[in-house]
């Protein structure tokens, strides 16, 4: 029902439309009292109530499923200060993202992309001068992450090293995250292993064991 009256918007005059709207928020609350709503479902909640109520949205859609990047992401997309001038708004995404980091920043597939937005996040407050030392605090930030064993973290350190360049001791970090390539090479050997014995069932015990 939630998915067909969600179809039928853009059929709707601007009138119907607010009355659509607002069946379909009557509808996701009764069925969130008493059933899951996945990730998606809560996005389209997110669109649908406009900018006063999606910030509650995407806070209850994250207490929910706390380690969607992609619920993380979106709600700290939508926190983006309109100036980078404005303390306020910017310590409310600074927030966000380091709760994201948190709770979902070591997920081994989508992490990184949580550690290159915050990245971001903080190259844009270092231009405001919003740090003291702005250098030291992303070198430490850098750091941090490339001891986080991710799939991704080649294209994180690509895009720290072609937005800073020679800023940062790329040499060190290089060989930091060489050793954590290790891990995560050693990591995915034993998920390929699980996944033939999953295939393969107890035939495959001699093989998960070499």
């Known amino acids: 029902v939630l998915c067909t009256l969600r179809a ?3 059929k709707c005059s601007a009138e119907r439309r607010e009355e659509r709207l607002r069946q379909l928020q009557d509808l996701r609350e009764k069925y969130h009292g008493s059933f899951a709503l996945s990730p998606a479902r809560f996005l389209e909640w997110a669109d649908d109530v406009g900018e006063e109520r999606q910030h509650e949205v995407l806070l209850l859609a994250t207490n929910e499923h706390r ?3 992609a619920l993380w992401m979106e709600r700290a997309r939508r926190l983006e ?3 980078w001038d404005d303390s306020e708004a910017v310590q409310k995404q600074h927030r966000v993202l380091q709760d994201a980091l ?3 920043g070591q997920h081994f597939v989508e992490g990184h992309k949580l550690w290159m937005m915050s990245f971001e996040h903080q190259v844009k407050q270092a231009t405001a001068g919003a740090d003291a030392d702005p250098l030291a605090a992303i070198e430490a930030f850098v750091r941090a992450q490339l001891r986080v064993p991710l799939r991704g973290n080649r294209s994180a350190f690509d895009l720290y090293r072609s937005t800073l360049g020679d800023v940062l001791p ?5 060989s930091l995250l060489e050793d954590t390539e290790k891990k995560v090479a050693y ?3 034993w998920e390929g292993k699980l996944a033939r014995l999953a295939d393969q069932g107890e035939s495959a015990t001699e093989d998960l064991m070499a």
């Open 170 to 174: 790329l040499d060190e970090l290089d």
């Open 187 to 189: 990591r995915e050997a």
């Open 81 to 83: 200060p309109t100036s």
């Open 8 to 10: 039928s918007l853009d």
């Open 67 to 69: 380690g969607s990047v």
């Open 102 to 104: 948190r709770v979902a």
